[in-house]
């Protein structure tokens, strides 16, 4: 069992390109998360989705989209790259919907924006 | 607005004990998570309190006082293994977590 898987592991971009990180988990579990993460900040919430068809958005969701087709797949998309959005990228999930669960993330994508 | 104070580092030696603390200021309160995360990985579970007390579980343990805002985790018998940053995470009253920014802790044999 691979928990939550992430891809690519690292990518190097071109500002203005467009870029989808990929996230896959095989828990069933319902909800999804994105996070970045930036050194000397805690992890913000990009998006979410509490269940397969719906997704929501976190504390900083300018500049992306997410889709939540089925219950693995949770991909997050960057439209046009800016380099503020350098970070390492973070994709969890948890069993619940709307309650204090415990998130599994994966091992997270280093996005450079150049 | 929403806040969760952690020292940005500490130090310790290997072998002894060392408390982190976390305070709070949220929308609400639904529980608090520990997480530890090891450089260039992900974050892991440790803990979670939703009441007052100590949660104790092997080596850690995790305490909280709701009426202060503060929790704090404490580490014991401390090895290199455990260097890594501890996040302190708030779930609000929209069950959204709310993070903390973390504590790197150093271990020094």
């Known amino acids: 069992i691979a928990g939550i898987t992430q891809a690519p592991t690292s990518q190097i971009l071109a500002a203005g390109r467009r870029m989808t990180l990929r996230c896959t988990q095989d828990?069933?579990?319902?909800?999804m998360y994105w996070y970045r993460q930036d050194l000397g900040l805690g992890l913000r919430l990009i998006h979410y989705?509490?269940?397969?068809?719906?997704?929501g958005k976190g504390e900083v969701p300018d500049g992306y989209s997410v889709s939540r087709a089925n219950t693995d797949d949770f991909p997050l998309t960057l439209a046009s790259a800016v380099p503020s959005q350098t970070s390492v990228y973070f994709c969890?999930?948890?069993?619940?919907?709307?309650?204090?669960?415990?998130?599994?993330f994966g091992p997270g994508t280093r996005l450079t924006v150049l | 607005g929403q806040n969760i104070d952690q020292p940005t580092e500490m130090t310790a030696t290997e072998g002894a004990i060392v408390q982190i603390n976390c305070t709070y200021q949220t929308s609400g309160f639904n529980g608090l998570f520990w997480y530890q995360q090891h450089a260039g990985e992900a974050p892991t579970f440790l803990s979670y309190?939703?009441l007052d007390g100590l949660e104790e579980k092997g080596r850690f343990s995790s305490f909280l006082s709701r009426s202060k805002g503060y929790s704090y985790l404490l580490l014991k018998e401390l090895q290199m293994k455990d260097s890594a940053s501890y996040l302190c995470a708030v779930v609000d009253s929209n069950y959204q977590l709310i993070w903390g920014a973390g504590t790197k802790l150093i271990i020094k044999p």
């Open positions: 309190n939703v």
């Open positions: 828990m069933r579990h319902n909800a």
């Open positions: 989705s509490n269940t397969a068809g719906t997704t």
């Open positions: 969890a999930s948890s069993d619940g919907t709307g309650t204090a669960d415990t998130q599994y």
